[in-house]
């Protein structure tokens, strides 16, 4: 059942998207809310708030870096790249969240 | 770092914009959206600014404001805690402060760092210092003169008469050049110059000049008269200098040659024997202590030989001569248990005003963290950063610590100035400006301990599971019990509040039985205390004199009858004779007796009943010890069960003297302490005239007229005798009991604070725990809980605390009354009672101190309790 408006980004899940973003390509904060909604198509909307808080917190946990650069407009933006603790970071993550998908559509599955 | 945050904002929402352009919205449309859409550009930045630490000063007033609202909604938390922290920085400066001044600072005058003094060795050799005669202090000064300036000073008590008012005053006797040694200035006037000056001069102390002068500066060559001879006001002291005795003021000084004049009977100037004088010396410029002390030895070595009778200890040695700086001379001179025992006694009282202080701060602030552990659990889940919640948990701490530190410390400012200028109380010679290193320590202990209090509950909550704080869910199993710490601060300041309770109405009703009892004879004696003056002569003519006196007092219209004694009795002070008692056994027993010698008809002048036997009459006086007069109790302890009337006892091992009465024992000697009150001896007195006597006059009515035609008649005397004032019985012996009075209020005081702050714990205590379990009580009341049942859960552990509390309060409070009794009639009723009020009184506001809170328990609807979570 396709729904009209699309979902929050749930809290806790929005790190790992970001990351999983980052792990692309390095982008700058608002290529990578925008990417989201692109990549979920359109499924999901990133509270564009709350990205930058997202930006920070995996920053200052090690998991991501930032430089400035060049955006594809010319303008000076920053850009933000994984680390490599944010890969080994992004897999474990990545990991847990399948398996407690599954453990949710296995209840949900259940007759 | 903030303008690369606004770039990025500014490039996020430039896309943000150009993306909704794209979509086909107006420029300004577009421009709106994007900035909903982020939510706010400030709010943002304001986000990123905080997690980076950059607003620590701007915050640093918002977290002030925030405080001090937050503190405005608990005033008496604030003024509890800056009164606590004031009171204590005083009290606790000025008790180091006294201690500094009294034993580890020089005198109070100049370069009284390196003041000497100059010590004879006593008869037996033992005590090297001792002190020395006037004649071998000028035999010291003069061998002395090239190397050290030398002074001296023998303390004495003489009858100053200033404005037709005759007072004792202890002052002193010094040599010529004393001030000069003591390098200190008049306030008013000059210090006698050096030659012997010829008309009798005399250096009044300041707190004397101010109090019999009014500090007018025309007192200056004005007469007073000293032991009725006449004397030239020559200067004044200045208020800190009170001669060179730490224990003792001088009020007055008067050049020693003047003694023969006032002091007839006693040879200061010529007999080597007198060893009255202190000795102390200044070094001149360049001089060494060695060489001073080398031209000592020598002058004593000629001493030995010129004088060997003065000069000559016990163990047949010449006396030595020791120079050594005064303050290591005293504290040389102090013993080691008295100087531990004062330092170990005021660093004790000091210490545990701390730990009062501490407690009660940290008990507070404990409460008080508890109490919003909630409040700081829902800031936390809104967002707020750990760091920035303990920063506004040291703005509160800082409001309460730096009106309260600066409270105390301009307490203790003003209470230094105050003793060390104005000396508002007659204390001698000691350095009270204010100790900033004491000052400094105390502050800072409390600060600290106010700090560490305030922020280790905001710690523990703010590292705290937030859901299960804001869920108040701990209240439930784990938090229920109130923490150690908590625990015992609480037990030990209900301890603290009885023991005060119980003190200060111990000695409330000590003192009201003491005004009630047998006050209404003690209100019919007046009493004259009576000194005599060489003029008087000697002890023969000074028995005429009083004789004399006695008749023309008896004359007075009104008086019934006069009578004498050299002491009152009254608990706390004692005279005592060695008596030899032959008991029922026959065996002969050699003790101590509580004595005061009385003229006669005492008895019958003061109301005290005789049972057995007869009062002293005049021939019972002036024969040594004939007859005594035993009161009862003294009667039953040295005969138990025998008739006391015609036994013998031996004074002193000569006189033998017959138990002529038995009286009833006098006032205030209740039967609570009768194991340790051993009774009174009565001897007949026989008047010497160096002693003190005390007319006792009986005047059943008018007793203020008599007393003043009394005070007149003694007046007309003042050449011969001093007497001081005439007052009734009843007021010396309130007199007597003022001290406790004072600790009576004092006591009070802290009681009512500690019961204050035990009644805010307990009360806090309560009200914790009933909102820890709001969910339990809501829960329970569903289910059909009592009203009553409720209340006894959230107050049991408020109660045990309380009971242990008081348990201990009450054991410490006997040890307490120990104390008091020695002073004051404390007897079983007045103990049971003052136990009782003090438990009774505690209880009392407890209770209502924990049933306020526990009724809030009451209005927890359950379904709302249950909600709230």
């Known amino acids: ?111 | 770092m903030e303008r690369e945050l606004d770039e990025e904002m500014g490039f996020h929402l430039e896309m943000e914009i150009a993306k909704n352009v794209k979509a086909g919205m107006a420029e300004v449309e577009a421009r709106r959206a994007a900035v909903l859409a982020f939510g706010g550009v400030d709010r943002m930045a304001e986000a990123h600014r905080d997690a980076r630490g950059t607003r620590v000063v701007e915050d640093i007033f918002a977290d002030l404001r925030y405080a001090a609202r937050s503190l405005a909604r608990a005033p008496g938390f604030v003024a509890v805690s800056i009164f606590t922290l004031a009171i204590s920085i005083a009290i606790g400066t000025a008790l180091f402060t006294a201690v500094n001044g009294l034993i580890y600072r020089p005198l109070p005058i100049p370069d009284g760092d390196r003041l000497i003094s100059i010590y004879t060795s006593d008869y037996n050799g033992r005590e090297r210092r001792g002190s020395s005669s006037y004649a071998d202090l000028v035999d010291f000064a003069r061998e002395a003169e090239p190397v050290a300036d030398l002074a001296g000073q023998a303390r004495v008590m003489f009858a100053l008469t200033i404005n037709d008012n005759v007072k004792l005053v202890t002052g002193s006797l010094v040599s010529s050049g004393y001030f000069r040694v003591m390098r200190v200035r008049p306030e008013a006037g000059r210090f006698p110059s050096v030659e012997k000056p010829d008309v009798p001069s005399i250096v009044l102390s300041y707190t004397l000049w101010r109090t019999a002068f009014g500090s007018d500066s025309s007192a200056i060559g004005r007469s007073v008269r000293v032991n009725g001879q006449p004397f030239t006001i020559l200067a004044v002291a200045p208020p800190v200098f009170r001669g060179t005795s730490r224990e003792n003021a001088d009020e007055f000084w008067i050049d020693a040659t003047f003694a023969p004049l006032v002091s007839p009977r006693d040879d200061f100037l010529e007999r080597r024997g007198n060893r009255a004088f202190h000795l102390f010396g200044r070094l001149r410029n360049g001089a060494s202590l060695d060489a001073l002390k080398s031209r000592l030895d020598v002058v004593a070595s000629r001493l030995y030989q010129a004088e060997p009778d003065a000069w000559r200890d016990t163990t047949g040695s010449g006396r030595v001569v020791t120079a050594m700086l005064e303050h290591d001379g005293y504290m040389a001179s102090i013993q080691l248990p008295d100087l531990l025992a004062i330092i170990g006694g005021v660093v004790a009282l000091g210490f545990g005003l701390l730990a009062i202080a501490c407690a009660n701060l940290a008990s507070m602030q404990l409460a008080r963290g508890a109490a919003r552990r909630r409040e700081i659990a829902t800031r936390l889940a809104l967002g707020a950063s750990r760091g920035r919640l303990i920063r506004q948990l040291l703005a509160e701490c800082a409001l309460v610590t730096v009106p309260g530190t600066i409270a105390g410390v301009v307490l203790a400012v003003m209470t230094s100035t105050l003793v060390s200028h104005y000396r508002p109380i007659p204390l001698p010679s000691i350095d009270l400006s204010l100790d900033w290193r004491a000052l400094a320590f105390i502050a800072g202990a409390l600060m600290l301990a106010l700090l560490v209090f305030g922020l280790l509950p905001a710690l523990q909550t703010v590292n705290a599971d937030v859901l299960t704080d804001l869920k108040g869910e701990h209240g439930g199993s784990r938090g229920a019990r109130i923490g150690g710490m908590r625990g015992g601060l609480i037990v030990v300041q209900v301890a603290l509040s009885v023991v005060f309770t119980a003190a200060s109405g111990l000695v409330a009703l000590a003192l009201m039985r003491n005004a009630s009892e047998g006050r209404d004879e003690a209100r019919k004696v007046l009493i004259a205390r009576l000194n005599f003056l060489p003029a008087g002569g000697d002890s023969a003519r000074v028995r005429t004199l009083v004789d004399e006196l006695i008749a023309r007092i008896n004359a007075i219209p009104g008086v019934v009858s006069t009578s004498a004694a050299e002491f009152i009795p009254v608990r706390g002070t004692r005279r005592t004779v060695m008596a030899e008692v032959r008991d029922a056994a026959r065996q002969t027993k050699k003790r101590e007796l509580d004595v005061t010698a009385v003229a006669p008809r005492y008895f019958r002048v003061v109301g005290i009943p005789l049972l057995r036997g007869r009062d002293f009459e005049p021939r019972d006086v002036g024969v040594g010890y004939r007859t005594v007069i035993v009161t009862k109790a003294m009667a039953d302890a040295l005969w138990p069960g025998e008739d006391a009337m015609g036994k013998r006892i031996v004074i002193n091992d000569k006189s033998s003297a017959e138990v002529v009465g038995v009286a009833t024992d006098p006032l205030g000697q209740g039967p609570a302490t009768e194991h340790s009150y051993p009774g009174l001896l009565y001897l007949p007195m026989n008047l010497r005239a160096e002693a003190e006597v005390i007319l006792h006059v009986r005047a059943p009515s008018r007793q203020a007229a008599i007393a003043g035609q009394l005070a007149q008649m003694l007046h007309r005397e003042s050449t011969r005798i001093v007497a001081p004032d005439v007052i009734t019985l009843d007021e010396y012996y309130n007199r007597v009991v003022l001290p406790q009075r004072i600790m009576a209020r004092a006591s009070g005081v802290l009681a009512a604070l500690q019961l204050l702050l035990a009644v805010a714990g307990l009360s806090g205590l309560v009200a914790y725990v009933t909102t820890l379990r709001r969910r339990e009580i809501g829960i329970r009341t569903a289910l059909g809980a009592s009203g009553r049942s409720v209340i006894v859960l959230v107050m049991r552990q408020g109660v045990r605390l309380t009971l242990i509390g008081g348990a201990i309060g009450l054991l410490l409070s006997l040890a307490v009354s120990q104390v008091i009794a020695a002073t004051m009639p404390v007897t079983v009723p007045v103990m049971v009672g003052g136990l009782v009020l003090a438990a009774g009184i505690f209880a009392f506001v407890a209770m209502i101190a924990m049933l306020l809170p526990a009724c809030r328990a009451l209005d927890v609807a359950p379904a709302v309790a249950l909600r709230v979570d």
């Open chain 1, 1 to 111: 059942m396709p729904r009209e408006t699309p979902a929050d980004v749930l809290q806790g899940t929005l790190d790992l998207l970001v990351l999983k973003t980052l792990a692309l390509e390095p982008m700058h904060g608002w290529g990578i809310a925008q990417r989201i909604q692109q990549l979920s198509r359109e499924a999901l909307t990133v509270g564009q708030g709350s990205v930058y808080p997202a930006l920070l917190r995996l920053q200052n946990r090690g998991l991501i870096d930032n430089e400035w650069g060049v955006s594809e407009n010319n303008r000076r933006a920053r850009y933000y790249r994984i680390t490599a603790l944010g890969r080994k970071e992004l897999k474990a993550e990545t990991d847990d969240w399948r398996r407690y998908a599954q453990a949710v559509e296995l209840i949900l599955g259940a007759v």
